[in-house]
């Protein structure tokens, strides 16, 4: 079955595939690499943010660009699934964004820290499937998030210093077997890409995503497995 032929909509639920990692493992990339190859099947989850919009965004794919004021509003209003400051500016995923996605049968890919990953799957968790991006070793790591730009000492060690954070509170998501954790060290690109896309497929084919209608179809007395001799 193609990625076209993957039943959608009406048929099933929909997925929300969490990349988590630290900074500078290639989550955005895999995921970028996901969404250009799924011919429509999968798409980013788009925030919402008070910050102005840099050259070259586009707004509803960027991101959502609203005032402070509009943000806060919607704060107040509980419209937010989870929301956060950074550097002065804020940033937020909509409940309505999941919400409608998991009940159209539409796929997101979310880029989120640890925490958010945690927070998702207390809510989201028949939805939620995660997958642990990793590097080879920390020292790769560090050469991949120096590679990145400019960067003083202090913000690396900051930045390292979230990663051993991060793979500390990992283990609180080993939910054990019946779970819908993965792991994928990106140390060659395409073949991270490919096991992600794997990873992808064969949750789309869950049973319990797809709807009873098309169960019933398939399985019931008119349906084609009821028609067999």
Not at 102 to 108: A, E, H, S, T, Y
Not at 149 to 174: D, N
């Amino acid at each position: 079955m193609s990625v076209a032929q993957v039943p959608n909509t009406s048929e099933r639920s929909g997925i929300l595939l969490c990349l988590v990692g630290p900074a500078g493992v290639g989550k955005t990339t895999i995921s970028q690499r996901l969404i250009a190859e799924s011919r429509g099947s999968l798409a980013k989850s788009v925030s919402v943010t008070s910050r102005k919009m840099r050259s070259g965004e586009v707004d509803g794919e960027s991101y959502h660009f609203v005032s402070r004021a509009d943000f806060e509003k919607r704060v107040a209003e509980g419209l937010f699934f989870e929301w956060e400051e950074v550097h002065g500016n804020l940033y937020g995923t909509l409940r309505a964004t999941l919400d409608e996605a998991v009940k159209q049968g539409r796929d997101l890919v979310l880029d989120i820290d640890i925490r958010g990953a945690l927070n998702l799957r207390r809510h989201y968790q028949r939805d939620l499937v995660t997958v642990f991006v990793l590097p080879p070793s920390g020292e790769i790591l560090r050469e991949r998030i120096l590679g990145r730009g400019s960067l003083g000492e202090g913000e690396l060690e900051r930045r390292l210093e979230t990663a051993k954070y991060e793979y500390a509170r990992i283990s609180e998501l080993r939910a054990g077997p019946g779970s819908h954790e993965y792991l994928v060290v990106n140390e060659q690109l395409a073949e991270a890409v490919s096991a992600s896309q794997a990873i992808l497929d064969a949750e789309r084919r869950r049973f319990h995503r797809f709807s009873k209608a098309l169960v019933l179809r398939v399985c019931g007395p008119g349906g084609a497995l009821g028609k067999l001799p």
